[in-house]
């Protein structure tokens, strides 16, 4: 599945909403959509200026509905799913976040601090509709810029 527009991502992760993250057999995880929102939140904390970033934590678990009976492939699932609307550097960026062993770069590092720190509850994160205007003006500089190579 290709995502070709904000609104068919934005659907996806309204899906998210009260869909546990399957671990490795131990009890159901954290609530996919407010994990997600709780991961970007903290990169938006972290790195404010870096969008590309924080929309990573943002659409990180979609991987999950994408291909629920394969844990394997959920990232590489995910990412070949935002490529076209976000972009090479939040398509990388989710493909690689799971993988163990010393992360390659700082984003990496980021990215995964964020994510087990979204893990626990405990504060307000907003709601995804705040993250609309942001996943529109990456969406539309990564048209722009796909439209010259």
């Known amino acids: 599945m290709e995502l070709r527009s904000v609104e068919e991502l934005m ?3 309204y899906a998210c909403r009260g869909v546990r993250e399957t671990t490795d057999g131990r009890a159901p995880g954290a609530d996919l959509h407010d994990h997600a929102l709780r991961t970007a939140a903290l990169l938006r904390r972290s790195r404010p ?12 678990p979609i991987g999950h509905l994408l291909r629920p009976a394969d844990p394997a ?10 490529r076209p609307l976000l972009g090479p550097r939040i398509a990388r960026l989710v493909a690689l976040h799971p993988w163990l062993g ?10 995964r601090q964020a994510d087990e720190d979204g893990r626990a509850a405990g504060f307000d994160a907003g709601v995804l509709e705040d993250w609309r205007t942001v996943l529109e003006l990456v969406a539309e500089r990564n048209s ?5 190579d």
């Open 49 to 60: 200026a870096d969008k590309e970033l924080q929309l990573t934590g943002l659409v990180h």
């Open 144 to 148: 722009r810029l796909g439209a010259v």
């Open 11 to 13: 659907d996806l992760l």
């Open 73 to 82: 492939g959920r990232a590489e699932g995910a990412a070949d799913a935002v």
């Open 102 to 111: 010393p992360p390659a770069d700082d984003d990496l590092v980021r990215l």
